[in-house]
């Protein structure tokens, strides 16, 4: 796994997926989606219980998608993007290093 993990989580598909420091505090940014600040936890909801999509143009991309009633402004969803890849291992065989690129909220109605 990664340096800076900030934490694990299980897709519904039992997927691992995580999120590093480096990757939150790149999402909380001003210029970004500060928004997000106080939904750590619907973040990883959405991560575990919602189920992926793939990126049409690039198929190590999927977005997880999960509606929540208590979203800033006319905010109804949170998107996760994440993306999906191997990490080399030296002569064993790789392992998965599925990991957050960027979340944020959005309305879908």
């Not at 340096?3 to 940014?29: A, M, N, P, S």
């Not at 919602?50 to 979203?71: C, E, G, I, V, W």
Request: net charge negative.
């Amino acid at each position: 796994m990664a340096d800076g993990v900030r934490w694990t989580v299980q897709d519904r598909d039992g997927r691992e997926v995580y999120l590093t420091q480096e990757r939150w505090e790149h999402i909380l940014e001003p210029t970004n989606h500060p928004e997000m600040e106080n939904y750590e936890e619907e973040l990883k909801q959405t991560i575990q219980q919602s189920r992926r999509q793939q990126d049409l143009l690039n198929p190590q991309k999927y977005t997880y998608t999960k509606a929540f009633n208590h979203l800033t402004l006319d905010n109804t969803h949170i998107v996760a993007v994440v993306l999906f890849r191997y990490r080399e291992q030296g002569n064993r065989p790789p392992v998965a290093n599925n990991y957050i690129v960027t979340a944020y909220q959005k309305e879908i109605g």
